[in-house]
């Protein structure tokens, strides 16, 4: 369970995002505050596994508190949550060591895939004793474009269409569908969606019906 504290200084806004966290499995909201020194309490006394901070707070900047919390010595990860949009802000949210960064308003889904995202980094490093470069590489985000040479027979557009697709769907979807959002042929869908997979870009969930075999279907890490 990833136990997270959700920071906001309006009281609605952080009831709201309570409401988005406890909706993914796996997420509990251990704590709420509504300015920068409850977050620090808070963390100090609860210490969540994740932070979900505002830039905006009555007594200081989110980024101080990140700031602060680094300082102290408590290791949680933190996602900024913030109507925030001046790159000034997030280039110091992403040197302060966010994980990542929602403008508001966002959408629900925007918000499950981000902790999803987090639970895939957690799952990832809690299983790994020793680290490939290519572990890495996924942890910390997908090489530069045309850095990741592709097998015999993928082409770097139709890999760019896919990968497209995918992230316009972060429900995930199945090769058919892949299919018909790229107008590509199924076959070709597959071979893009199972190579993703291979390389620690994609997950693959079984969704079983009535009868046969189960569907494969893919949603993109990261």
């Known amino acids: 369970m990833t136990n997270v504290l959700v920071v906001d200084d309006d009281f609605m806004v952080a009831k709201l995002h ?34 979900l901070l505002d830039v905006f707070l009555p007594d200081m900047d989110g980024i101080r508190v990140l700031r602060e919390l680094r300082a102290a010595g408590l290791g949680m990860d933190a996602l900024f949550i913030t109507a925030a949009r001046d790159v000034g802000t997030i280039r110091s949210a992403l040197r302060a060591g966010a994980l990542h960064y929602l403008i508001k308003p966002f959408s629900q889904a925007a918000l499950h895939e981000q902790l ?3 639970a895939s ?3 990832r490093l809690d299983d ?10 996924q942890i910390f985000g997908t ?9 015999k027979g993928l ?13 316009a769907h972060p429900e995930g979807l199945s090769a058919t569908e892949c299919a018909e959002a790229g107008a590509l042929s199924r076959v070709s869908a597959r071979r ?3 190579y993703f997979a291979q390389t620690g870009r994609a997950e693959i969930t079984l969704r079983y019906g009535g009868t046969g075999r189960p569907e494969r279907r893919y949603r993109r890490l990261g």
């Not at 966290?21 to 020194?37: C, D, I, K, P, R």
């Not at 090489?143 to 097998?151: A, D, H, K, W, Y």
């Not at 890999?159 to 697709?165: F, M, P, Q």
């Open 18 to 51: 309570c409401r988005y966290v406890s909706a993914v499995e796996g997420f509990t909201v251990s704590g709420v505050a509504h300015s920068g020194a409850e977050a620090l309490r808070a963390a100090e006394r609860l210490r969540p596994d994740l932070v």
């Open 116 to 118: 999803r995202h987090v």
């Open 121 to 123: 980094l957690r799952t």
């Open 128 to 137: 790994l004793d020793e680290a490939r470069q290519e572990d890495v590489d």
């Open 143 to 151: 090489r530069p474009r045309g850095s990741r040479e592709l097998p």
């Open 155 to 167: 082409a770097a557009h139709t890999a760019d269409l896919v990968d497209s697709i995918l992230r």
């Open 192 to 194: 893009y969606l199972e």
